[in-house]
């Protein structure tokens, strides 16, 4: 007996934006939050240049962290062994990129869907989204977004091994 394979849709808004930045991504329901946030950089087309962080909404006092940090004060998690769909089952999450600036992106679970909702497309995708990138003047193009993630996700859930989220490297 095979198992079911689920999709999550997810709305990403810049929470500082008017008028509103965002989009909306298809992301299988077992990717990690690292490789989320390797989706996020692709489709703001962001360079990777700043530390990240994940919180849920219900509690700043527990951090998703790329490295376990011992001077924060809080508890931490790292974002390569939780998955986005636990991280996301009590609220929203915020996606807290470059501490210094108001890039800081609420993370909603819109709806879970079933494999044959993709209709044979891969995911991760995007599958809409509203709004010029601030902070990279980048304009909105589906097309060039789901070029991007085909070419740094080897599969659903393997990043490119050689997935250089800068300028100039084929994915921008």
Request: aromatic share 12%; with cysteine.
């Amino acid at each position: 007996m095979s198992k079911e394979k689920y999709y999550l849709q997810l709305k990403i808004q810049l929470q500082h934006e008017k008028p509103a930045v965002w989009r909306r991504v298809i992301v299988p329901d077992t990717m990690h939050l690292d490789q989320l946030h390797v989706v996020i950089q692709v489709v703001f087309a962001w360079d990777n240049s700043h530390i990240d962080q994940f919180w849920n909404t219900q509690s700043r006092d527990f951090l998703y962290v790329p490295y376990i940090d011992d001077d924060l004060p809080a508890d931490q998690a790292l974002t390569s062994k939780t998955m986005v769909w636990s991280a996301l089952e009590s609220g929203n999450l915020i996606y807290d990129f470059d501490f210094e600036s108001e890039l800081d992106q609420r993370i909603h679970l819109e709806k879970i869907v079933d494999a044959d909702a993709l209709t044979g497309q891969p995911a991760p995708r995007c599958i809409a989204g509203r709004g010029t990138n601030p902070y990279g003047d980048q304009e909105f193009d589906l097309d060039q977004i789901n070029d991007r993630l085909k070419a740094a996700f080897l599969t659903e859930n393997t990043v490119a091994q050689d997935c250089d989220l800068t300028e100039g490297n084929g994915y921008w």
